[in-house]
């Protein structure tokens, strides 16, 4: 039986770098969340503007812009605590969140919505916003470089 795969470069050839952890992961996310979030509310702003005007373009993008906002905060947290502690930023990170909920309910129930703001849209806005967070956060944390165990430390000629 023969093989019809092909033999690809050939191996040994080529400087093959270092390896090691992601550097900044948390800022890493953000940059990649916030850009996918971005350009789906711009695309939901489109059919938005169409159907209600401005004012439902504006509350489609405000709508993910408050997800974002939501999310864009754990990711900080999670960035500031993972430098010092980094087996304890999940724990940050969790308690973050269930702060967030509680303090974004007081805001949305003490302030209310404005008269201008369409829910569907804002609804919209969000969904789509935090799908496309939540699909660059899946993405980036699979292309990302966890250290797993520490390095062995290098012993000297001396050491025995």
């Not at 004012?55 to 997800?67: P, R």
């Not at 999940?90 to 303090?103: D, E, H, N, P, R």
């Not at 660059?136 to 000629?157: C, M, T, V, W």
Request: aromatic fraction near 10%; charged fraction near 10%; hydrophobic fraction near 50%.
């Amino acid at each position: 039986m023969t093989s019809n795969a092909e033999s690809g470069p050939a191996s040994g050839h080529g400087h093959v770098g270092s390896s090691g952890p992601t550097r900044s992961l948390w800022l890493n996310l953000l940059k990649r969340s916030s850009i996918a979030a971005t350009a789906g509310l711009a695309l939901c702003a489109v059919p938005a503007a169409l159907l209600n005007g401005a004012s439902g373009a504006v509350s489609s993008f405000l709508g993910g812009l408050l997800v974002m906002l939501f999310f864009g905060i754990s990711l900080l947290v999670g960035h500031f605590v993972g430098r010092r502690n980094p087996s304890g930023a999940i724990g940050v990170f969790v308690a973050t969140y269930f702060i967030k909920v509680v303090g974004f309910a007081v805001v949305l129930f003490v302030v209310g919505a404005p008269a201008w703001l369409h829910g569907r849209w804002f609804v919209i806005g969000a969904v789509v916003a935090v799908v496309l967070w939540q699909a660059a956060e899946i993405h980036g944390f699979s292309k990302a470089r966890l250290q797993i165990y520490n390095d062995p430390e290098e012993k000297g000629p001396t050491d025995a």
